[in-house]
């Protein structure tokens, strides 16, 4: 559906896209966030200014991927069907974009924990070869020089001085305000509509095998765990960054809000569907030295148990976090 449209070297903004109330609160019943913009103010021009940066293809080497290319608003900012990253000059990444959603309450980032804060998330992609394979440095070069960022600076922080802290700060406000919590099942908890039969089974079963590691209301425990996929691990995860041998083949406990939108799953994407994912936990459990105990034998489940589970992770989609005009791509025609 969005194609990215390589080489757009000079575009223009489209002012007409909301920016409407722009706050941030903690959804009814959510934990505090990790992070809640104490240090970096949330405003209207923050935003507006983050989400520019977010889209904008000049944070890469050659002007061709933005954050928008490997993290697409329809797929809750992953990026749908594809197993791993794509890159610069089409080159491939190892692992598989997550969606990006409630990155507040997120102790750290990265499938091996390897980034530990929202400020400074930014600086792996643009520096990475097969990423965006630019200089930070490069890039408040290639901003200053445009009048319209200069704008947006002295709007959002009262400086024309473009910084890479300041740059930092307004792509956290953007991405900080990606909260998705008006799901169906939200909904349903707040009494607004019901759940059919399935779904209500689903939920249940999902309470009693899956809740333990992808634990409500955010879906993850955000531990770093190994659920079973391979006895020979070509990723070490986890143990990558503590060098611990206890840590291998461990990775962090994705978010399952919004999985039905998100294709393909686990940390290298080799997953194309849910019924496939639940395929692996009921049959295709593998032992390891570092397996979790909560998926040791895999998770007998029925053929019909499956389906209720997979309809019940449906109502974690959140249409109108996918359609909020507010985190759309201001360059797009
Ligand atoms: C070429 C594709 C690609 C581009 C471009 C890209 N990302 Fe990512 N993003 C990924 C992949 C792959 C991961 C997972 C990497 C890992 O775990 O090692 C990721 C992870 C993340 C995460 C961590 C999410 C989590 O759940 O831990 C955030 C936040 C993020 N990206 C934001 C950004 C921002 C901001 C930009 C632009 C500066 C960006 N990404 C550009 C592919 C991309
Ligand atoms: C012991 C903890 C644990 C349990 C129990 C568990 N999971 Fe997971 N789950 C994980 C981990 C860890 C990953 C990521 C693994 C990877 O990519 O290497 C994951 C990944 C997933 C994914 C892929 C998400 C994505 O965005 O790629 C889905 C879907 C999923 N689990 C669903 C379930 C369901 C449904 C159940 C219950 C039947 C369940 N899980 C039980 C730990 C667990």
Request: aromatic letters at 10%; one cysteine or more; glycine letters at 6%.
């Amino acid at each position: 559906m969005v194609a990215m449209n390589a080489c757009e070297v000079d575009p223009v903004i489209k002012e007409e896209l909301p920016v409407n109330d722009i706050r941030f609160s903690v959804p009814q019943g959510w934990p505090q966030p990790v992070y809640d913009f104490s240090t970096n103010p949330l405003t209207t021009e923050g935003f507006i200014l983050g989400r520019k940066l977010f889209y904008d293809t000049r944070l890469s080497r050659n002007n061709t991927i933005s954050c928008g290319s490997c993290h697409q608003q329809f797929a809750a900012f992953s990026h749908l069907d594809h197993a791993v990253s794509h890159g610069i000059d089409g080159l491939l990444g190892t692992r598989n974009a997550p969606g990006l959603y409630n990155l507040n309450w997120h102790p750290s980032f990265m499938w091996d924990g390897g980034v530990n804060h929202l400020e400074v998330q930014p600086l792996a992609p643009v520096d990475n070869p097969v990423e965006m394979d630019e200089d930070i440095n490069n890039v408040v070069v290639k901003l200053q020089n445009d009048a319209d960022y200069r704008r947006l600076f002295r709007e959002a922080f009262g400086t024309e001085t473009i910084t890479t802290p300041l740059i930092l700060k307004a792509m956290a406000q953007f991405q900080g305000m990606l909260v998705s919590a008006n799901s169906k099942y939200d909904r349903y908890l707040r009494g607004e509509t019901s759940l059919s039969t399935s779904e209500l089974n689903g939920l249940n079963l999902f309470q009693q095998k899956c809740n333990s590691c992808h634990t409500a209301p955010l879906f993850t425990n955000f531990q770093y765990m190994n659920n079973g996929l391979d006895s020979v691990f070509a990723d070490a995860g986890r143990a990558r960054i503590t060098l611990l041998a206890a840590d291998s083949g461990t990775f962090k406990v994705p978010s399952l809000r919004n999985v039905g939108l998100t294709r393909q799953y686990m940390h290298d994407g080799r997953f194309i569907t849910l019924e496939q994912v639940l395929d692996h936990y009921s049959s295709g459990v593998v032992n390891s030295s570092t397996i979790s105990a909560g998926v040791v034998g895999g998770i007998p489940m029925t053929t019909q148990e499956k389906q209720d589970i997979i309809a019940f992770l449906k109502t974690l989609s959140d249409y109108s976090f996918i359609n909020d005009r507010r985190f759309a791509d201001p360059f797009a025609p």
